[in-house]
């Protein structure tokens, strides 16, 4: 127990304020918790396990767990911070570690903004269950709709693999105890399993398929880039 609470370099005390502290909780809570389960509710659960797809098509579940962790995280994001802002402490502020976690924090928080605003951009839906018409940015894959898929796929995942350099270097720099290391090892760890094991499993389905089936009439799916190619 000793060696579990004892700080992660001896040479270093782990001192650090209220507002440092939180800092740190929320932003492991965003960027280590809710974005890759927001990540693998949206590149595996689009259709659901026990969906009798083709048949049922269009579950919103993967949707709302995605929104939910994506708005949650960029909330939690800007609390975080509103705190390392606001801390009459920061802690070490010339080590070559402290710039490493700013230039890696701001990265992070400006790519997470570009995710929640993108998703303003992406367009109409349209489609035949659509009640403004059957048109749309995604049904008919537009270029805009296209901008938007790779864009928010780009970014997103360069923020999740830039968020877990950041908190890395944030818990060196606050010299962490080492039952936070290995906490969070132990989930990015299990988080990892399960991507692989879904992946394996052929539970990557493509949103537009999702959404409105395979059927070659959809004009998405009758694209030379259709879903077979876009993954």
């Given at each position: 127990m000793e060696w579990l609470f004892a700080a992660i370099d001896p040479s270093r005390p782990h001192d650090v304020g209220s507002a440092v502290a939180?800092?740190?909780r929320v932003?492991?809570?965003a960027w280590g918790v809710l974005?890759?389960?927001?990540v693998i509710a949206a590149r595996f659960f689009k259709v659901l396990p026990r969906q009798a797809f083709p048949d049922v098509v269009d579950s919103r579940a993967w949707w709302r767990t995605h929104l939910a962790a994506q708005i949650g995280a960029v909330g939690l994001m800007l609390v975080g911070l509103g705190l390392i802002l606001t801390a009459v402490d920061r802690g070490p502020s010339l080590t070559a570690t402290s710039w490493v976690h700013r230039g890696l924090g701001w990265a992070v928080l400006w790519l997470g903004l570009?995710?929640?605003a993108s998703g303003v951009f992406r367009g109409s839906k349209?489609?035949?269950t659509d009640p403004k018409g059957r048109r749309g940015d995604h049904y008919d894959m537009t270029p805009r709709r296209l901008a938007f898929e790779a864009l928010h796929k780009v970014s997103g995942y360069a923020a999740l693999l830039l968020s877990m350099l950041a908190v890395l270097s944030g818990l060196w720099q606050a010299n962490a105890p080492v039952w936070m290391w290995?906490?969070?090892t132990i989930w990015?760890?299990?988080v990892g399993w399960l991507f692989v094991l879904f992946q394996r499993r052929g539970m990557v389905?493509?949103?537009y398929v999702a959404i409105w089936g395979p059927d070659a009439i959809h004009p998405g799916n009758a694209r030379k880039d259709g879903p077979h190619m876009r993954g």
């Open positions: 939180w800092h740190g932003m492991v809570a974005v890759p389960v927001g570009v995710q929640a349209g489609g035949p290995l906490v969070l990015w760890v299990f389905i493509d949103t």
